[in-house]
Nanobody, 111 residues
């Protein structure tokens, strides 16, 4: 059974940074593409970033240049480094792989 556990969310001021982590278990981590999604209040869940098994990354236009996705295969962990955060980045952030979702971690950007 695949389990994904996100952490690292919190309250940060505009312009600040956070690093999210997602630890995966129940899968051969290095065999799967990993994605981050987010869902703001009253909005649909949207894709944020992905990283393939070969390390190829892609980002939504709204976060390109500010967010960085990375992997640590030794720790079965995918990260999302978020810099220059904006109030519109406020959302619950979810890790997704192998048709599974974590429970999410709340990110709030506010002064």
């Amino acid at each position: 059974q695949v389990q994904l556990v996100e952490s690292g969310g919190g309250l940060v001021q505009p312009g600040g940074s956070l690093r999210l982590s997602c630890v995966a278990s129940g899968i051969i981590f290095s065999n799967y593409r990993m994605d981050w999604y987010r869902q703001a209040p009253g909005k649909l869940r949207e894709w944020v970033a992905s990283i393939t098994t070969g390390g190829i990354t892609n980002y939504s236009e709204s976060v390109k240049g500010r967010f960085t996705i990375s992997l640590d295969n030794t720790r079965n962990t995918v990260y999302l480094q978020m810099n220059s955060l904006k109030p519109e980045d406020t959302a619950v952030y979810y890790c997704h792989t192998a048709q599974s979702w974590g429970r999410g971690t709340q990110v709030t950007v506010s002064s």
